[in-house]
């Protein structure tokens, strides 16, 4: 594996240049305050970067895998055809939407190589899936619209797209983004540069790249960050428009945005949220709206819990998280009214709340950029999660009504089963590692890609009682160390603990360890802040940890003999001094207000490619209209002048800077070329690009003195520019001062 000494290397291997992705990580990095050091590998081998142990891409411990396909350069090596002549002599004016040449059809044997590597591409990803911990994301990035507005080659591509995107989602551990998560996403119609692409293979401009930057920054945010657990929305002008107490149910307005809001809910319960609603209305009038208007499109079966009273929101949301056993810090509150959000973040700083937007589609705009409620991963149990707290809510009852924790814990009747592991369990289990904290031995945040591969002493524990399944709710992983049995993970959702789950897993390790024909089963247990839970049992059935080691260790025989004795304490044992303590959190109200703020800047800011380009590549101070060099005597002088600031960051101060020696690269040089195609239908010849007369005033010049059409062959032009390194450009360079 190549050495990368980030806390978190992203490494993006690409099958075109995909270096004008620093910027946007850059921007990213500062805003969201998640470092990513990024590292770019050399362009046209992705498959190679796959397959290769000792490549690039990280294969264990923290960071990530960026994989960015665009299916046409699979194509790139083979003969193209091309598009039939225009039917007069008179030649095409520059589109300004569009820069770039006359386009050629990929051809029947470009379609067949992008199959040929479309299988290949999912085979990699397959074959290697068991080698990485490392999450792998596969980005299938947008098509040239000019190659899209052919109906044959724009329905392959598209085809070719949706086929890769299907074959990849069921590999465990790979997630995956498609041109609609990208520029459809953010609104960028004029994302390609085609002219770009054709001389140094960087196929769009810098607003595209800042965009696809963007969707890749924020699916990482995705798996780095945790999720709400509780979405909690307010109901007048936020599932519909109006006020039910004073407009009636008859009088509420639920247009087409409120109910493809409503379905963005529904995804998020779906998902795994749990949806509650909290208004200061009448709960008669609330649940009539939900009986008589049908367009309304959230049931209250979907709902978790309905809260429509005169109470101030926060009494309402604590009263939630005690009924829902869940802290503060996993609720998402949504509200159109500053007052009550206001009161809100006063009163329990703790939970993540956002300001709505007024109206109905400002308010869906909003909703689909806030980057809190992308969940990249879904699994069973998350679909069932409304109906599994439902079903809590039937055993609360039956605990009431029992005489005792026993006659509980008998009535429910529990089936603890423990399974080996499988891969289709793979990103239920690494979900898991991520969310458990209380009780985990070993709080190891693992991916999908660590259960990708069998492990007959990796089990699954799923329970079951009178009142249904609960899901699969815990993992537990083991090791032969000598004679012993070492519990390397051991954690269980705490929605089973406290009914004997824990004592019966305990006991199956108990028995492994005899069928082994072992003596021993060590735990070694990671102290935290939170999984003090944890620490308590294992202590309790084991005994005080090993001084030396800090490894909680019994014979194998009592392990196998642990059993749950309802109503018995469970003492806090002396914490372990020899196992340093996990770094004290940070002030969790401070930072989720913090994070409210980014988020909703994020949402409200941010949401379209144009702005996203102003943010993370703003023009330079002195870019104005008239600004530019003292001594600059035309328009062009000026043009070309905010065009340099632009590509390099750095205003020429004189007419005739170079552009070398301003900090200049290859690269730019390409970017220079394009927006000079795009503005001024103008090929700028190369022995001009590549010497030190590459000045402001001589590009302008050349610009001045080439009509459209009467610039250098642009077969020749691109075989120039591909046939120089950076070394020949330095040679050419030393020459020319000489």
Known sequence: ????????????????????????????????????????????????????????????????????????????????????????????????THSGHPRATLGADGRAAIRRAADELVEAVADTAGQRSAPLLVVLCPASPALLADPADGGFLTAVEERIAAELRRI???????????????????????????????????????????????????????????????????????????????????????????????????????????????????????RRRPELGLELSQLTALRADWRPKHETLRELAAELDLGLDSFLFLDDSPAECAELRAACPEVLVLNLPAGAAPALSYLRHVWALDRPVVTGEDRRRTELYQRESRRRELRASSAGLAEFVAGLRLEVRLTPATSGQADRLAQLTQRTNQFNTSTVRRTAADFATADELRWAVDVSDRFGAYGLVGLVSLAVDGTALRVDDLLLSCRVLGRGVEHQVFAAIGAAALERGLDTVEVPVRRTARNQPARDFVTRVAGPPDPATGVHRMGAADAAAVRYTPEQPVPAGPPPTNVP?????????????????????????????????????????DAGPTAGPTDARTPTELAVARLWAEVLGVAPVSVWDSFFALGGQSLQVVQFMARVRAGYGVELPVDLLFTTGFTVAQAAHAIDDVRPGSGADIDLLIAQVEALSDDEVAALLAAEEA
Not at 260 to 275: F, I, M, S, T
Not at 591 to 611: N, S, Y
């Open 581 to 621: 303590a996990e770094p004290a959190a940070p002030d969790r109200a401070v930072d989720a207000a913090g994070h409210a703020d980014r988020l909703d800047r994020i949402a409200r800011e941010l949401a379209t490619g144009a702005a996203l380009h102003r943010a993370i590549l703003p023009p330079p101070p």
């Open 1 to 96: 594996m190549a050495n990368h000494s980030a806390d978190y290397p992203v490494v993006v291997t690409a099958t075109f240049v995909a270096d004008p992705l620093a910027p946007t990580f850059g921007y990213w990095t500062a805003e969201l305050g998640l470092p990513h050091d990024l590292f770019v590998a050399p362009y046209g081998q992705v498959l190679q970067h796959l397959l290769d142990p000792h490549g690039p891409l990280v294969r264990t411990g923290p960071g990530a895998n960026v994989v960015l396909v665009r299916p046409q350069d699979w194509a790139r090596d083979q003969p193209a055809a091309p598009a039939p002549p225009p039917a007069t002599d008179t030649p095409p004016r520059p589109d300004p």
């Open 172 to 290: 465990p551990g790979v997630g995956v983004l498609t041109t609609a998560d990208t520029v459809e996403a953010y609104d960028l119609p004029h994302h390609a540069d085609d002219y770009a692409d054709e001389l140094a293979r960087v196929p769009y401009t810098p607003a595209g790249f800042a965009v696809l930057g963007t969707a890749v920054v924020r699916r990482l945010h995705a798996l780095r960050t945790p999720r709400p657990k509780v979405i909690v929305v307010d109901a007048d002008n936020t599932l519909w428009d109006g006020v039910v107490g004073e407009d009636g149910v008859d009088g509420l307005r639920i247009g087409p945005h409120r109910q493809e809001l409503h379905r963005l809910l529904v995804r998020q319960q779906e998902a795994g949220a749990l949806l509650c609603l909290s208004s200061k209305n009448s709960e008669a009038e609330v649940r009539e709206v939900f």
